[in-house]
């Protein structure tokens, strides 16, 4: 699925081509950092993770303890909460 994101979308896109992990012949989708979501949202790093604590924001947390996030899911989140002019 392909999107429009904001400007500092090629080079994020450039870092998870990188981090794609090839399993068989079938592609895992790469994770986001938090940093990646808000910069393609525009909004602050703080703010995409209190979002994702408040359970606004789907994400996971690793055995690491860092957050990850999937962009086919941020884009279903977005459309969600897409409001129309009226």
């Known amino acids: 699925m392909t999107t429009r994101w904001g400007s500092g979308s090629a080079s994020i896109r450039a870092s998870v081509a990188r981090m794609t992990i090839r399993v068989g ?3 895992i989708e790469p994770l986001l950092r938090a940093r990646d979501v808000a910069t393609l949202l525009g909004m602050s790093t703080d703010w995409v993770l209190k ?3 408040k359970g606004g924001l789907p994400g ?3 055995p690491s303890g860092s957050v990850r996030f999937r ?3 941020l ?3 977005l459309q969600s909460h897409r409001k ?3």
Request: negative net charge; without cysteine.
């Open 25 to 27: 012949v079938a592609m």
């Open 51 to 53: 979002q994702w604590q």
């Open 60 to 62: 996971y947390r690793l």
């Open 71 to 73: 962009e086919s899911e």
């Open 75 to 77: 884009e279903a989140w």
């Open 84 to 86: 129309d002019a009226a």
